[in-house]
């Protein structure tokens, strides 16, 4: 991304609905599918922009300790400074990481980056957890819904389930869970789209406290959802949960 949109990030991310709504969904089915696992070590953010995640997750979760990585040295000083965690800088695409390392990878929004090789990225997950161990991607969903905000962000590529799937699959993963989600707010999304200007604002920006409030309503009740082990047919996002296979 621009130097302009990671700093607009840090500063709404931590109280803008969509980042909200992201990183509950995140902590929620990582505590899910950690807990019951034996595999120790750090969980990796793996991508952690400013850091607004990665403070989330605080120190540890499940026990973990929390690590992050990130490839643009100004985004990674300041989600040292917003996490309190250490943060290396560097590529998804090759990580300065051992191999199985790792018990839990997290990606949100990452392998649909212009300077992101989803094949390499996915192999070098694989390389760095452990068997067993756990990674979770979240992706834009529908290579037709591209933005202008994408544009802004250098996103190339978004996701149907299918391929999300066949490309994890590919490189040694489990899937454990496919779900789409952000689907109560998908045709407000979809007319977005289909009336923005080319050269529109990004996405990321303050709301009104009124609209913010409904939207994180929607979004909390495909939480709901999510949690009781159901997934939602369609939606503006996608969430999988996939393990190590061997």
């Known amino acids: 991304m621009e130097r302009a949109e990671y700093e607009r990030m840090h500063a709404v991310e931590d109280r803008m609905w969509w980042y909200r709504g992201l990183r509950a969904l995140v902590v929620q089915e990582l505590a899910r599918v950690l807990e019951p696992r034996s595999q120790t070590g750090p969980v990796l953010d793996a991508g952690c922009g400013t850091g607004g995640m990665l403070a ?22 300041l989600a040292r400074t917003k996490s309190d965690r250490p943060v290396v800088s560097a590529s998804v695409n090759e990580m300065p990481l051992g191999d199985g390392t790792l018990c839990g990878y997290v990606s949100l929004d990452v392998l649909c980056h212009g300077g992101v090789d989803p094949e390499r990225a996915a192999k070098e ?29 250098h ?3 978004r996701f149907t389930r299918g391929q999300a799937r066949a490309l994890l699959a590919g490189h040694g993963f489990k899937i454990l869970k496919a779900t789409y989600w952000n689907t109560l707010l ?12 080319a050269d529109a604002d990004s996405d990321v920006r303050d709301f009104p406290r009124w609209l913010d409030a409904l939207f994180s309503a929607a979004l909390a009740a495909e939480r709901a959802i999510v949690g009781t082990g159901l997934s939602l047919p ?10 190590r296979d061997g």
Do not use: Q
């Open 56 to 77: 989330r997750l605080g120190p540890s979760i499940e026990g973990r300790p929390t690590i992050g990585l990130e490839h643009d040295p100004a985004a990674a000083a």
């Open 155 to 157: 996103n190339v590529r």
């Open 125 to 153: 997950a694989w390389r760095c957890l452990k068997p067993g161990a756990i990674a979770l991607f979240n992706l834009p969903a529908y290579g037709w819904m591209l933005s202008a905000h994408d544009r802004r962000v």
């Open 234 to 243: 369609f939606g503006g996002s996608l969430l999988i949960v996939a393990a």
């Open 186 to 197: 998908f045709p407000l999304m979809l007319l977005h789209r289909l009336t923005e200007r």
